[in-house]
């Protein structure tokens, strides 16, 4: 497929990047910095960009089977970036009509999964409360995602690990794994390459988690 990765020296899309590529798959990068990436492969196709506007992005969704974004707030301080540029992203979709797009979102956006324990909930709830501007964001930029005419899906993990690929998680489509505590940034993007090609996905967020 072709496909292009936006987000991709983020940790999660620097993953997308390499797992699409070793799976044969032709990838544009859309990069702010390129010095910051070091991804290399021979179906790769880095496209320098600031997302600011987007025309300018057109070119590098034209003609893709899917777009992937692992775009987000790094911090709190950047709390409003994800919603921001994911819209940017939409209006280069839509003028080039394409309609395939799969996002990383956060699992509090979700709905809490059925039977988990108290401990569970509490520490759920303080984490949503120390990050509510960052899951803000994201809820604004899923509320995008159902307004636009794409084929969406977004990937919901619970903390994020640097870890290796393990292909073991669970997956919800329209909720969260029973005490779903974490997932590895390999498996996030190992999850969303999957999201792809299931119908099943689409216009859904998908919970996962170990």
Known sequence: ???????????TGKEIVRQALDAGHQVTAVVRDPARFTVTGEQLEVFRADLADPQALRPAVAGRDAVLSGLGARSRKDAGVAARLTRTVLGALEAEEVRRLVVVSAAPVGPEPEGDGFLDRT???????????????????????????????AVR??????????????RVVGGF????RFLAR????HAMLDAIGDRATVKQGVGVAY
């Open 177 to 180: 794994p029973r005490r779903g």
């Open 1 to 11: 497929m072709k496909l292009t990765v936006f987000g991709a020296t983020g940790g």
């Open 157 to 170: 993990p619970p903390r994020l690990q640097d870890k290796p690929l393990t292909g073991t998680y669970r």
């Open 186 to 189: 390999a498996d996030v993007a």
């Open 123 to 153: 520490m759920r709830g303080i984490v949503s409360a120390v990050l509510k501007d960052i899951y803000a964001d994201l809820r604004e930029m899923e509320a995008e995602l159902a307004r636009s005419a794409t084929d969406w899906t």
